[in-house]
């Protein structure tokens, strides 16, 4: 995928719990399973490792720290997650969310994680508490040395200070006549429900703010007890008649009718947002999450038409609860089964009118800014003290980079290429420099112009001169 193309990530990673999880055999989703067991023998890969230590060094500090002090498991887990973090964070858009699912298992190692990656400050915007189930805390009967878990936590953290965010929600009981008139009692000349806020008259002694010693329309301060309004504020509540003057006192309206919904703040325990064993959404899958738990993150976090991207789509939850809410999406998943049940779970929504209107693919699509497909990294090593020199001329470098690239010469820092392929406009330098642990051998090997080699030196590797180029306005 492009760079900062994605709207907004929602996702639910593996937890780091030692299980193996398997849908039931009589389910929409039979054969959904993934095993949520890590070791660093098995599991990392160099590759990632490479690309943790090539453009986010502190990552890779946190990895080993965790591995040595948490254990190897912890540590190969978050090597794992950590890659794909990083790519996540690469596909955000600078105005974009995420939040991503995790339980007490690996909560507080995932989060020094998102805080490398994203920032702490000021992208790290809260930590959601979500209720899993209102029966009691799985587990507690059968362990009494510990309390029981009968929660998981939602990371949400932005790219940048520009986002998309309404928190509010409209509460069901607000659909409902008596709960409308209990708390809105009161009735205007128009007919229009109402309640009365704030009518208590403020005492001198409280301190009224300076903005708020002024006369309005005949009416002389102090005002209602916890307004907090200029003068223009009130003159603008006063025209849309949410101020009135009954009997020469100034009384403030809240009216039914303007409602837009609450804050819910970050402690979820809505019936709502449950997924009871005998729902009919359920469709076997192992941790499957309610749909109305990931409608309230696409709400509040996109707008109709954004992108939503879930990278560990497992059932389809979030793709299913973006198409609900108009929103184009992107699942990923390793089951090979997921696709499927995005369209039987699309058709049981009766959202699914055209099976064509899906993208289904198992081969890496192509990026077009900078022309490497998504599972083909740059070639990269592990970090090596002492790396020896070649004995290769650089004319034999050039045909090796050459033969690589199917014969285009091109500079890898600016994508300059010189008239007629003539290699001579172009120097060998290393993709990861040899200062920082890289190596002189063929994998290592690339080409660049003069002002990009100058630029480069021996201590920026190849990603950081490209941000280095495109900050300074040299490339796209």
Same mark, same amino acid.
């Given at each position: ?288 999450? %309610? &749909?109305? @738990?990931?409608?309230?993150?696409? /709400?509040? *976090?996109?707008?109709?038409? !954004?992108?939503?991207? #879930? ?67 740059? %070639? &990269?090593? @592990?970090?090596?003290?002492?790396? /020896?020199? *070649?004995?290769?001329?650089? !004319?034999?470098?050039? #045909? ?77």
């Amino acid at each position: 995928m492009n760079s900062r193309t994605v709207h907004l990530i929602a996702t639910d990673p593996p937890f780091n719990k030692n299980r193996d999880f398997h849908a039931t055999p009589d389910s929409l989703a039979d054969g959904g399973r993934f095993e949520d067991r890590w070791s660093w023998a098995r599991d990392v890969h160099e590759g990632w490792l490479a690309e943790v230590a090539q453009t986010h060094p502190k990552v890779e500090r946190l990895i080993m720290t965790v591995k040595e002090t948490a254990g190897e498991d912890m540590g190969a887990y978050l090597a794992w997650l950590g890659a794909r973090i990083m790519e996540m964070h690469r596909v955000l858009r600078d105005d974009g969310s995420m939040y991503i699912q995790i339980d007490h298992t690996a909560h507080a190692y995932v989060k020094a994680l998102m805080d490398t990656i994203f920032g702490r400050r000021p992208n790290f915007r809260n930590q959601i508490v979500w209720r899993r189930n209102e029966s009691g805390a799985k587990g507690s009967q059968h362990d009494p040395a510990s309390w029981g878990s009968n929660a998981d936590y939602l990371l949400f953290y932005t790219k940048g200070k520009m986002m998309t965010f309404e928190p509010r929600i409209i509460r069901p009981e607000m659909n409902d006549d008596a709960e409308l008139k209990r708390r809105y009692p009161k009735v205007d000349e128009r007919g229009e429900r109402y309640n009365t806020k704030m009518t208590a008259w403020r005492s001198p002694s409280m301190g009224a703010r300076p903005n708020l010693c002024y006369s309005f329309h005949g009416i002389e301060p102090p005002y209602a007890s916890g307004w907090r309004l200029s003068r223009e504020r009130m003159e603008e509540e006063h025209a849309k008649g949410n101020i009135v003057i009954v009997n020469g006192k100034l009384e403030r309206r809240s009216y039914a009718k303007d409602y837009e919904g609450v804050s819910p703040g970050n402690l979820w325990t809505d019936t709502e947002l449950l997924l009871p064993a005998q729902s009919s959404e359920r469709v076997g899958y192992p941790t499957q999450k %309610p &749909l109305s @738990l990931y409608e309230r993150m696409i /709400k509040a *976090s996109s707008h109709e038409g !954004d992108i939503v991207l #879930d990278p560990f789509c497992g059932c389809a939850t979030t793709p299913v609860a973006a198409e609900r809410l108009g929103r184009q999406w992107v699942g990923m998943d390793i089951w090979a089964g997921a696709h499927k049940q995005v369209v039987k779970r699309l058709r049981l929504e009766r959202r699914l009118f055209n099976p064509s209107d899906i993208t289904y693919t198992k081969k890496p699509p192509k990026r077009t800014d900078d022309g490497r497909t998504a599972s083909q990294p740059l %070639p &990269l090593v @592990l970090r090596a003290p002492g790396a /020896k020199r *070649s004995t290769m001329t650089r !004319d034999q470098k050039v #045909d090796i980079v050459a033969k690589r690239t199917k014969g285009v010469l091109e500079c890898d820092g600016c994508h300059y290429k010189p008239p007629k392929n003539d290699r001579r406009y172009l120097e060998v330098d290393h993709i990861i420099p040899l200062s920082r642990g890289g190596r002189d051998e063929p994998s290592n090997w690339t080409l660049l112009c003069g002002p990009c080699n100058k630029e480069k030196k021996d201590k920026l590797t190849i990603i950081e001169l490209r941000d280095r180029n495109v900050e300074n306005g040299w490339i796209k």
